[in-house]
């Protein structure tokens, strides 16, 4: 079992920055892959980033690549997304995924957190 915690969501202006967190609990968190996804209002989740701890290169969809940037640290316990330029259409409640393939698909992610909001006024 993994228990997911996202952070760092807030409201901010276009052209700004935002570094979101997921913390884990449970059982080892770098047996997992790890992706972040959002869902906007009246929208679809869509996947946005995902990492691998063994090395692979993050996968990114089309929509944030050159923007956003997915790591974690060296404990392998917290996941990062770092947001850049960020545009109005950002705006979404992001959540954190675990699971055991490395994938764009938002159904082979096992383990959710609660999310947290990111607004971006412009």
């Known amino acids: 079992q993994v228990q997911l915690v996202e952070s760092g969501g807030g409201l901010v202006q276009a052209g700004g920055s935002l570094r979101l967190s997921c913390a884990a609990s449970?059982?080892?968190?770098?047996?997992?892959?790890v992706g972040w996804f959002r869902q906007a209002p009246g929208k679809e989740r869509e996947f946005v980033a995902a990492?691998?701890?063994?090395?692979?290169?993050?996968l990114y969809a089309d929509s944030v690549k050159g923007r956003f940037t997915i790591s974690g640290d060296n404990a392998k316990i917290t996941v990062y997304l770092q947001m850049n330029s960020l545009k109005p259409e950002d705006t979404a409640v992001y959540y954190c995924?675990?699971?055991?393939?490395?994938?764009?698909?938002?159904?082979?992610?096992?383990?959710w957190g609660q999310g947290t909001q990111v607004t971006v006024s412009s």
């Open positions: 990492i691998s701890w063994r090395g692979s290169t993050p």
């Open positions: 995924a675990a699971g055991n393939k490395f994938t764009m698909q938002d159904a082979q992610y096992v383990y």
């Open positions: 449970g059982r080892t968190f770098s047996t997992y892959y």
